[in-house]
């Protein structure tokens, strides 16, 4: 079965790091964009970072860029979401996904189930 695995959320003081895994199963991991997505209180999630094979740059969100950063292991088919300097307002859930070439959006191939951050003040 084709699927996403996440790890790597928990709790962690303001202005700490955590870094997110999603590993891949079952699918090919070439010409594939790859994203992690949040749930903002009240609204629908949110594309944080995105990186794909036919964009020249990776998107970041703009409260994110500068301490979040994605990366892939083709090797071991596993990206990355690393967060740095986390504040109070960065908790929730954060998904990751995986789809076509031309770059992320709602209608993702493979999704994680969800992985909760939590930050203290």
């Known amino acids: 079965e084709a699927k996403l695995v996440e790890s790597g959320g928990g709790v962690v003081q303001a202005g700490g790091s955590l870094r997110l895994s999603c590993t891949a199963s079952?699918?090919?991991?070439?010409?594939?964009?790859f994203g992690w997505w949040r749930r903002e209180s009240g609204l629908d999630e949110e594309v944080l970072a995105c990186v794909s094979p036919t964009r020249p740059s990776t998107y970041y969100l703009p409260s994110v860029k500068g301490r979040f950063t994605i990366s892939l292991d083709a090797t071991n088919r596993t990206f990355y979401l690393q967060m740095d300097n986390l504040k109070p307002e960065d908790s929730t859930v954060y998904t990751c996904a995986a789809g076509g070439p031309s770059g992320c959006g709602s209608g993702m191939d493979f999704w994680g189930e969800g992985t909760t951050v939590t930050v203290s003040p």
């Open positions: 079952d699918f090919t991991f070439e010409e594939k964009s």
